[in-house]
């Protein structure tokens, strides 16, 4: 069984703040995925990380694909209210392996 | 941006009764999911679906649940006797690389 151990599963932080949401595993994915789901609705991509030690950046989200392909990260600059929400990590092998999820609360 | 439309939104049915989930993938994509999760828990694997058969199932997919892709539009997940525990929201994704899941339907069995 592939385990995808995402941290923290919840967050509550002021406006302004920094954060950052890990995701562990003891497998290596050919690819790691993180989305964001609202209440009701589908997961909706954000970005793709493929090369080991890959940053990618959107906006004020950085992501980080670890060396061995095995973990990511997720780090959001000055969080916004706009920002809550449940964020997903998935390793991708021959199909998705989604982590539990960390629900932010950003307060404003 | 293409999307994957999934139908009915929301559905309630009894205990016992047989139930149709109803997806439109990506036209142009070759793999197909279902996924769902349960309220409060974490996004669960099904199965996935590859030129025209079920390439992997996981240990939840029993002999109760049935993919099919009749037409080679839709792909649908069949319950055939619901059970209370299969209360969920139940997502379809198709992919191609990267993966794009429907808005979900969320089944509830009373």
């Known amino acids: 069984t592939q385990l995808l151990e995402q941290s923290p599963q919840f967050l509550s932080i002021q406006e302004g703040e920094n954060l950052t949401v890990y995701c562990n595993s003891s497998?290596?994915?050919?690819?790691l995925q993180w989305y964001r789901q609202e209440p009701g609705e589908g997961p909706v991509l954000l970005v793709t990380v493929v090369t080991g030690g890959e940053v990618k950046k959107l906006k004020r989200l950085t992501f980080q694909f670890g060396d061995a392909r095995k973990d990511s990260s997720l780090h959001i600059t000055a969080a916004q209210p706009g920002d809550t929400g449940l964020y997903l990590c998935a390793g991708v092998k021959d199909k998705l392996v989604f982590g539990a999820g960390t629900i932010l609360r950003v307060k404003s | 941006e293409p999307e994957v439309t999934q139908t009915p939104s929301h559905q309630v049915t009894q205990m016992g009764q047989e139930v149709i989930l109803r997806c439109v993938p990506i036209?142009?994509?070759?793999?197909f999911y279902w996924y769902r999760q349960i309220l409060g828990q974490k996004v669960e694997f099904l199965v996935s679906?590859?030129?025209?058969?079920?390439?992997?199932k996981s240990e939840i997919f029993d002999d109760q649940f049935s993919v099919e892709r009749p037409d080679g539009s839709n792909f649908t997940l069949k319950i055939r006797s619901t059970k209370l525990e299969d209360s969920a929201m139940y997502f379809c994704?198709?992919?191609?690389?990267?993966?794009?899941f429907g808005q979900g339907t969320r089944l509830t069995v009373v």
């Open positions: 036209s142009n994509h070759l793999y």
């Open positions: 679906f590859y030129n025209n058969e079920i390439s992997e």
């Open positions: 497998s290596v994915f050919s690819s």
């Open positions: 994704a198709s992919s191609s690389g990267r993966a794009f």
